[in-house]
């Protein structure tokens, strides 16, 4: 009889135990951000090669990142 109680004591924790790193290991629900609606980039040119394309796409995005970084914190005049 204490042999029987042994046995479903220890199944009992091992149960717990299991649930909870079963809670643990689970990825946490992740948070999409919503999309910046001022990051809108044109389609390249359709008869472009990819480089060119690529090159195209660089350079919109750095203009924009540009753009946005003279909006948020202009710079004071050196004097």
């Known amino acids: 009889?204490?042999?029987?109680?042994?046995?479903l004591s220890l199944l009992i924790v091992v149960a717990?135990?299991?649930v909870l790193a079963k809670k643990q290991l689970s990825p946490a629900?992740?948070?999409?951000a919503p999309a910046d609606a001022g990051l809108v980039l044109?389609?390249?040119?359709?008869g472009a090669t990819p480089q060119q394309q690529?090159?195209?796409i660089q350079n919109q995005m750095r203009q924009s990142i540009e753009n946005t970084m003279q909006q948020a914190r202009p710079m004071p005049e050196d004097k």
């Open 1 to 7: 009889m204490r042999a029987i109680f042994g046995v």
């Open 16 to 18: 717990i135990i299991g």
């Open 29 to 32: 629900p992740v948070k999409v």
């Open 42 to 46: 044109p389609a390249p040119a359709a």
């Open 54 to 56: 690529s090159q195209q």
